[in-house]
Each structure stands twice: as structure tokens, then as C-alpha cells.
């Protein structure tokens, strides 16, 4: 190999990868600024600004041509700066959200803020990897720092058991992950996602292509909490702290299935996917609404919402076209936006901060005309996750369903919006309890509610700037859906013919 | 007899499978990390295998993430079994059910 | 098209089976002779004095676990420090440097966090 000139594209690629490095850095000094000034208050401050700081930086990379930086490490260009844009917006909002409630349970350390970013950078190379070797590091970087972010409130029985059931599951699946990549990689001989439907053309490992793709899914599945792998999603969402449970549920979902996006797109030969995909996707969206259903707990119900909500986009990558991806993009921004606003409210909505993982719905009868913010933004946040117009719910499920009928998919997208009106039944629950029931009814209502803290201002503009950001996509979703469409059309579309 | 690939994938596949059913039949959690890393190991073989069949190096640079992954993989698996034991003095992952219905 | 299959089924069940046999044949195939001497801990040596459960520092743990990021971590240096010279012959040895300076600063933030937080501290 020549090795001549091998660093004369260092600055041009600091550059493409500028987002990305910066968090990196400012999450290394946190843990500096955490050694030396033990849980200083500026350190979520300082996050947050690289956070804001990259988030702007992509928002003028979103209409860059596609390319590659690191030695096709890592793609660049609109679809990269997208996929980071839903990820620093989800890690951005959850660590405002985070501050006030961390302190609440006392658990309020400096290195939790940087172990977000960590996280986050891990989701940034995850969802714009171009290489297998960089897709394991960014997915592993990521869920190393998740169980310990689930694990975080230690003392407590039911959140380190929850870090242990995520951690072997997810441990377990990795295995699985890897060796989907092992065989990808004994049957095409490349690692690089561009270049391996043409090294499969070369060779004739079918058979281990195959299995190796196999493999690599139930990995990617996992993840994303679809069925029949989504058994782990339920106990940790309840476990974990209620904001980072905000974060885990929208973030990790945004990057890996932006990951499985290029998988899909870039680096393996189309149309054998629709069916697994669509089974897939049926399974998901019947077993999260039926059994959010039952639930009586508010994090475990938003839990398996979102489990259905991976349904959903799994739906838009069944139809396996251009347009169905960038629905599916879509989908995971407004998803992100909907969900973090979601979670928010029931952590301000939590007594001691730790009744998260007990507290029931009963117990919040008519917190809607006490707590009018909460109420109210909890009202646009399920309406939005029902798919109400003109709410940016209803142009996410539009999104990744017009493409599936186009496919051919009709049964799937009517099961869609059947399991759709199912989810109704329980997001409406909630607010008729919010805001029809009084304390009077339910006896364990009346006893705590007494205890709810202060709105802290941080939250409460997170809270407006979620429900302004969904009324957006609800009415004029037409920008976003030609921005995300443009990654998969035009003269540069074909990002599986990268140079 | 001459060793071909073959003969690593499928030594590497056999040991893949012990540690699946490893987690799948054990109940001690150390002993599911265990074969956790079995698992890692066993797929660190097949790379390694195919990255020499096939004169390419890419194989052999995952291996060295893997180790570093599967390192702090351990670590961080080994205090939340630490704070669990602290908690409920056993490691049986039975008596891990605090979340039902 | 689903006979390309056949060899994968088949390589599938035989690695199945083949774990499965071995984790139950050496049950059934081993002779069990147990006898006063065999059952103890150590066949030739010293009698074990006391429990084996007995309770110690979790600090052990904390330092192994220390122990054994930090010297995983290492092994990207080898190959790095395999492939020096040829850096240094393409004229690359600044770059290289750096890179791997930068690796050593990131691992330093964490040997400099381990102290402060008193992770390294016995007693």
C-alpha cells in the first residue's frame, strides 16, 4: 500500500466530519471538567452548546452532494447530515430535559452528560457509517454507553435489574451482529457497503451471503426494538430514568435504522426484502399496540408505542423504494420530536422521580387543570403519536405508508392504519384521565399529587419548542419530505455508486 | 491432510453455537457474559480465517475492535452484575423479575 | 434457488449437534469414580483450609476491571507500532505520530479520571 500522502486529506475530512468530532472532544473535556470540578453545574450547559453548534453546522450540510471522508469510513453529504440532525436534536433536548430531573433523583453526576455525548457520537457514526468495521464500532459505542446510562440510578432494585436484562440481551444480539458481518464479509470481500453487491456479483457465496444478511437483521432488529425481538424494550424503558429513557427510545431508533436504511439501500441487492420486512413490520405493529393496551404504567405503555412506531417504519422500508426511505427518514424526525415530548412530560409529572417505574395511570386522574402546560402539551404529544392532522404525526404515517401502497403493499399499510386506530384507544386514555377524570375518583390520586414538583423553565421550553417544531411538520411537512426525498433521487442518488 | 477454510468456519461455527446455547441454557449471569464472549471469540475466528483465505486485511482490523468491544463489554457487565449482587445476593438470573405485568 | 440452502441447513444442525453431543457425552462417556482423594480441591496439594465464599474487597473487581480496558486498548498499538517504519519511510511519520498521540491523550483522559475519582486508591 502506497503510504505516501496518506494524511493530505486529514483537514478536508475534520471538516466533512466537523459535527462529529466536536462532540467527541467536548464529551472527552466533560470527563476532564468532571475529574478536577466533581458534578459541576456547567457541564450539561457545555453540551448542550456543542450540541447546538453541530446541529447548525449539519443544518448547512444538508444540501451537500454525497461523498465519503475517513477513506470511506464514513459517508458525508445531506443523508449524513440528516441522520445527525434527528440524533444531536434527540440527545440536544433530552439532556435540557435531563438536568432538572437528574437532580430530582439525585443522580445528577457530571459524567452522565458525557456519556450522552459519548452515546451520541456513537449514533452519529452508526447512522453514517460506509463501512462494516465503522457500523460495529459506532453501534457498540453506542450501546455500551446506553446500559450504563440505564443502570444509572444504582440503589434502585428495578433499574439495575433492567441495565442487566439490557445489557445480556444486547450483548447476545451483538454476537449475532458480528457474525452477520463475518459472513457479508467471507462471501462479497469487502467490508465497504458501496462496493459489496458488486463483490457478491463477483463471487458465489450465495449461501453464506445470506446467512450472513440473516444475521446482521436480527442484530439491526434488535435494536430497534422490533418483534419478535422487542421483548428487552418494555423492562428497560421503565427502568432506566424516565429522560433518558427519552433519549434511548428516539435517538438509538433514528441512527440504527438510518444505519439499516444504507444497509438495505446501498449495499444489498433489492427486492427480496419486501416480505421478510413486511412480516416483520406486521408483527411489530400488532404486538406493540395490542399490548400497550393492557398497560397500566405510562412508561411501559410509551414503551410498547414505540415498539409499534418501529412497525411503522418498518412499513416504509418494506416498500423498499426511494420514496419509502425517505418517508421512513421522515417518520424517525417527527417520531423523535413526538416521543422526547412524550417522555418529558411524565418525568415532571413524577413525585419523587423514581415512581416512574410503578406509578400508575389512575394516579395522574385530572392532573390536566393542575399542571395546565403538562396537560396541554401531553394532548398535542398523543395526538401526534395517534396521527391526528394537521399534527406532524399524520404526515410521518403518510409518509411511509402512500409508498407501500405504490409497492404493492396495500394488506400491509391496512393493517398499519387498523393497528393505528388500535393505538388511538390508549393514547386517548391518557388524556381522558388527564383532563375528564378528577383526583376524587381515584383514590391513589389524591393522596400523592400533592408532591409534584415545580415546572422548571428549561422544561417547559423544551416542552413549547416540541409541540411548535410537530405543528411545523404538520403543516408544512412538504420541505423536510422533498429534503429527505432528495437523498435517494437526482444525479448524485445513487449513493451505492460512490467513487 | 491439508487445513482448509473450511475447516476454521466450521470449528468457528461450532463454538458460536456453544456459547448460543450457552446463554440460552445457563441461569448464572457471569456464565451468560461468558458465553457472551465465546460467542465474540468464535466470530473473531472467522474473521481472522476468512481475512488470510482472502489476502485482505479489513477482516483482521474488526478483530482488533471486537477484542477492545468485548473488553469493555466485560467491564461494564461486571459492575452491573456487582451492583445487582449488592442488591439481591445472587447472580441467578431466575430471580430477576421485578418488571411483570 | 432453496438447494443452495441444503449445505447451510446441514452445516447448521451439525454444529448444533455436534455442541449439543459434547456438552452431554462427557457426562455419559467419562467413567465416575469418585473417591476421597479425587473429590478434593486440590488432587496434590495443600488440604483447603476454610471457605472459598469468603468475602472480599470489591475493589479487587475495580481494578481488574481497570486492568483490563486499558490493556485491550493496547493492542491497537501493535499493529501501529508494527507498521512504523513504513510510515516513516513514505514520509508520513508526523501524521502518524499525531494519530497515535491523540490515541494515547484519549486513554490518559481516562487513566486521569480513574485518579481523580480515586478508582486506583486501596484503602
Known amino acids: ?499 | ?101 | 434457488m432453496l438447494t443452495d440452502f441444503v449445505p447451510l441447513f446441514l452445516m447448521m444442525a451439525l454444529a448444533l449437534g455436534l455442541a449439543l453431543s459434547l456438552l452431554k457425552l462427557h457426562q455419559l462417556l467419562g467413567p465416575k469414580r469418585p473417591n476421597l482423594i479425587k473429590t478434593a480441591a486440590y488432587e496434590s496439594g495443600m488440604d483447603p483450609i476454610g471457605t472459598a465464599r469468603e468475602r472480599y474487597s470489591v475493589k479487587f473487581y475495580l481494578v481488574a476491571m481497570i486492568f483490563i480496558v486499558f490493556d485491550v486498548e493496547v493492542v491497537f498499538l501493535y499493529p501501529w507500532a508494527v507498521s512504523f517504519r513504513d510510515f516513516l519511510a513514505a514520509d508520513a511519520g508526523l501524521g502518524v505520530m499525531m494519530v497515535v498521540s491523540f490515541f494515547i491523550l484519549v486513554l490518559g483522559i481516562g487513566l486521569l479520571y480513574d485518579i481523580k475519582k480515586g478508582g486506583l486508591e486501596f484503602e
Open chain 1, 1 to 499: 500500500m502506497d503510504l505516501t500522502n496518506i494524511y493530505a486529506s486529514l483537514p478536508a475530512d475534520l471538516v466533512a466530519t466537523f459535527s462529529m468530532v466536536l462532540v467527541a472532544l467536548v464529551a472527552l473535556a466533560l470527563v476532564v471538567w468532571d475529574a478536577f470540578r466533581n458534578n459541576a453545574p456547567g457541564i450539561p450547559w457545555a453540551g448542550v452548546v456543542a450540541l447546538g453548534v453541530a446541529i447548525v453546522w449539519e443544518l448547512f450540510a444538508l444540501g451537500d452532494a454525497p461523498g465519503t471522508a475517513w477513506y470511506g469510513m464514513v459517508r458525508t453529504g445531506g443523508f449524513a447530515a440528516f441522520v445527525n440532525i434527528v440524533v444531536l436534536i434527540g440527545a440536544l433536548l433530552s439532556i435540557i430535559l435531563s438536568v432538572p430531573y437528574l437532580r430530582e433523583i439525585r443522580h445528577a453526576h457530571g459524567e452522565v452528560y458525557a456519556i450522552i455525548l459519548f452515546a451520541t457520537v456513537g449514533m452519529m457514526l452508526l447512522g453514517t457509517a460506509n463501512n462494516l468495521v465503522a457500523v460495529f464500532v459506532g453501534l457498540e459505542t453506542m450501546s455500551i454507553s446506553l446500559y450504563i446510562l440505564t443502570g444509572l440510578v444504582r440503589e434502585d432494585e428495578g433499574a439495575t435489574e433492567s441495565a442487566l436484562k439490557y445489557f445480556l440481551l444486547g450483548a447476545f444480539s451483538t454476537g449475532f451482529f458480528l457474525y452477520g458481518i463475518a459472513l457479508l464479509y467471507g462471501a462479497t470481500g469487502t467490508m465497504d457497503l458501496a462496493r459489496m453487491s458488486e463483490g457478491l456479483a463477483a463471487g458465489e457465496n450465495l449461501v453464506m451471503f445470506w446467512a450472513g444478511v440473516g444475521l446482521l437483521l436480527v442484530g439491526f432488529l434488535f435494536k430497534v426494538s422490533a418483534a419478535p425481538f422487542h421483548m428487552w424494550t418494555p423492562d428497560v424503558y421503565q427502568g432506566a430514568p424516565t429522560t433518558l429513557t427519552a433519549y434511548m427510545s428516539t435517538a438509538t431508533k433514528a441512527a440504527t435504522f438510518a444505519s439499516l436504511i444504507l444497509v438495505l439501500y446501498a449495499a444489498l441487492p433489492p427486492e427480496r426484502w419486501t416480505m421478510v420486512l413486511a412480516v416483520i413490520a406486521v408483527l411489530t405493529m400488532v404486538v406493540g399496540n395490542v399490548l400497550a393496551i393492557a398497560q397500566q404504567n405510562v412508561k411501559r405503555m410509551l414503551a410498547y408505542s414505540s415498539i409499534a412506531h418501529a412497525g411503522y417504519v418498518l412499513v416504509g422500508l418494506a416498500a423498499g423504494t426511494p420514496a419509502g426511505y425517505a418517508g421512513a427518514l421522515f417518520y424517525l424526525l417527527v417520531y423523535s420530536i413526538m416521543n422526547i415530548g412524550a417522555f418529558g412530560v411524565m418525568a415532571l409529572l413524577e413525585w419523587d422521580g423514581k415512581e416512574g417505574q410503578t406509578q400508575t395511570l389512575n394516579s395522574l386522574a385530572g392532573i390536566g387543570p393542575r399542571k395546565p402546560l403538562l396537560g396541554a402539551t401531553m394532548v398535542v404529544f398523543m395526538f401526534a403519536l395517534v396521527g391526528f392532522p394537521p399534527l406532524g404525526g399524520f404526515w410521518g404515517k403518510v409518509a411511509v405508508f402512500a409508498p407501500a401502497v405504490e409497492a404493492g403493499l396495500t394488506w400491509l399499510v391496512i393493517v398499519g392504519v387498523l393497528a393505528s386506530a388500535v393505538s388511538a384507544y390508549y393514547y386517548l386514555r391518557v388524556l381522558y384521565v388527564f383532563w375528564m377524570r378528577s383526583p376524587e375518583d381515584e383514590p391513589e390520586a389524591a393522596a400523592v399529587q400533592d408532591r409534584v414538583f415545580a415546572v422548571p423553565v428549561t422544561s417547559a421550553a423544551v416542552l413549547i419548542v416540541c409541540v411548535v417544531l410537530l405543528l411545523y411538520f404538520g403543516v408544512r411537512p412538504g420541505g423536510i419530505l422533498e429534503t429527505t426525498a432528495s437523498f435517494f433521487a437526482g444525479p448524485g442518488a445513487s449513493m451505492a455508486l460512490l467513487p
Open chain 2, 1 to 101: 491432510m491439508e487445513i482448509t477454510l473450511n475447516w476454521y468456519l466450521s470449528l468457528s461455527a461450532v463454538l458460536f453455537v456453544i456459547g448460543v446455547l450457552g446463554v440460552l441454557m445457563r441461569r448464572n449471569a457471569i456464565v451468560i457474559l461468558m458465553s457472551v464472549e465465546l460467542m465474540l471469540n468464535a466470530v473473531n475466528l472467522t474473521l481472522v480465517a476468512l481475512s488470510q483465505a482472502m489476502g485482505d486485511v479489513a477482516g483482521q482490523i474488526l478483530v482488533f475492535f471486537v477484542m477492545a468491544v468485548a473488553a469493555a463489554e466485560a467491564a461494564i457487565g461486571l459492575a452491573i452484575i456487582i451492583a445487582l449482587f449488592r442488591k439481591k445476593v445472587t447472580v441467578d438470573v431466575n430471580e430477576f423479575h421485578l418488571f411483570k405485568y
